[in-house]
């Protein structure tokens, strides 16, 4: 059964501290892998998107990793802003599937 | 772009009613999607449609729940009977085929039953 597990549940940080994110999946045959960002009361939004072949992606201060052999990806946020303060979900793909298996996410609050 | 639009944002209704919600995909998209979000579940994909066709409807909970794809540009979600279990935000996203099959999201529908 595919399954994606994402730690930590939750995160407090200061602004302008880093933090890292972890997800862990078990999807097969695998795709791609998206961390979505969800703000409170609106819909998921797409950061990065990464295939099989992509070892690391950046969308501005935030930094996705993707190891496929170990079925693991990180996303990292730098110099955090009060604006960060959300919920990120791992969502990887299976190959020739449009559906998406959601990571029950980390909710980031990031304190001034 | 507008992109994905849904009506209501916010819904409450009593056990037993019907509920309708609503959703206008991006002009151009050929997949749309339903899904659910509680806290408990996270978010579970209800129902998708392809060129207005249901494709995969295995998440869809009960016979209570029909979703249907008049045309390109419109899709309900309807709820008959509903129960305060049904209380969830629901969302609905859409997709090009020929893209990275990028999902866009709309604001979302928040429903209470009570």
């Known amino acids: 059964k595919n399954q994606v597990e994402q730690s930590p549940q939750s995160l407090i940080i200061l602004e302008g501290k880093n933090c890292t994110l972890q997800?862990?999946?078990?999807?097969?045959?695998?795709?791609?892998l998206r961390w979505y960002k969800q703000d409170t009361g609106r819909g998921p939004v797409s950061l990065t998107i990464?295939?099989?072949?992509?070892n690391t992606k950046s969308n501005g201060r935030y930094t996705a990793t993707l190891d496929a052999d170990t079925k693991q990806s990180s996303l990292h946020i730098t110099a955090s802003q009060l604006s960060d303060s959300a919920s990120y979900i791992c969502?990887?793909?299976?190959?020739?599937?449009?559906?998406?298996?959601f990571g029950s996410g980390t909710r980031l609050l990031v304190r001034p | 772009d507008a992109g994905v639009i849904q009506s209501p944002r916010h819904e409450v209704t009593e056990m037993g009613q019907e509920v309708t919600l609503r959703c206008k995909p991006i002009?151009?998209?050929?997949?749309l999607f339903w899904y659910r979000q509680t806290m408990m579940r996270g978010l579970e994909l209800l129902i998708y449609?392809?060129?207005?066709?249901?494709?995969?409807d295995s998440g869809m909970p009960e016979d209570r729940f029909s979703a249907k794809m008049p045309n390109a540009s419109f899709s309900t979600l309807k709820i008959q009977p509903s129960e305060p279990r049904d209380s969830a935000v629901y969302f609905c996203?859409?997709?090009?085929?020929?893209?990275?099959?990028?999902?866009?999201f709309g604001p979302g529908t928040r429903l209470t039953v009570l």
């Open positions: 996203a859409s997709s090009y085929s020929g893209s990275n099959r990028e999902q866009f």
């Open positions: 997800c862990n999946y078990t999807v097969s045959p695998f795709s791609n």
């Open positions: 990464m295939t099989f072949s992509e």
């Open positions: 969502v990887p793909r299976e190959d020739s599937s449009y559906k998406l298996i």
């Open positions: 002009s151009g998209h050929d997949y």
């Open positions: 449609f392809n060129n207005n066709v249901p494709i995969d």
